[in-house]
Nanobody, 124 residues
């Protein structure tokens, strides 16, 4: 069983930066694709970014491309989401997710593991 714990959320002004961390536990972490999804109030969940099991491939939603960077350190059992140039429309609850298949994360269908989420608020 893999449990995911996020940290690093908070409140920033437009143009600011935050770094989210996700610390999974469980022996299978290093073989799973990891990612982040977000959900703003009154909106559907939205894919943000994913990284494959060894960090060799990353994918981003168009809305965050060039501003957000996902990375992982398997030795530290941690996945990161560096968020720069934040905008008010980035305000949402960000959840760390994990699955054997990156496609599941990109489509947010059948994702095996979810964190509880961390709030990110960007004020104008």
């Amino acid at each position: 069983q893999v449990q995911l714990v996020e940290s690093g959320g908070g409140s920033v002004q437009t143009g600011g930066s935050l770094r989210l961390s996700c610390a999974p536990s469980g022996r299978t972490f290093s073989r799973l694709a990891m990612g982040w999804v977000r959900q703003a109030p009154g909106k559907e969940r939205e894919f943000v970014a994913l990284i494959n099991w060894n960090g060799g491939a990353t994918f981003y939603a168009d809305s965050v491309k060039g501003r957000f960077t996902i990375s992982r350190d398997n030795a530290k059992n941690t996945v990161y989401l560096q968020m720069n140039s934040l905008k008010p429309e980035d305000t949402a609850v960000y959840s760390c997710v994990a699955d054997l298949y990156g496609q599941s994360i990109a489509t947010i269908k059948g994702v095996d593991y979810w964190g509880q989420g961390t709030q990110v608020t960007v004020s104008s």
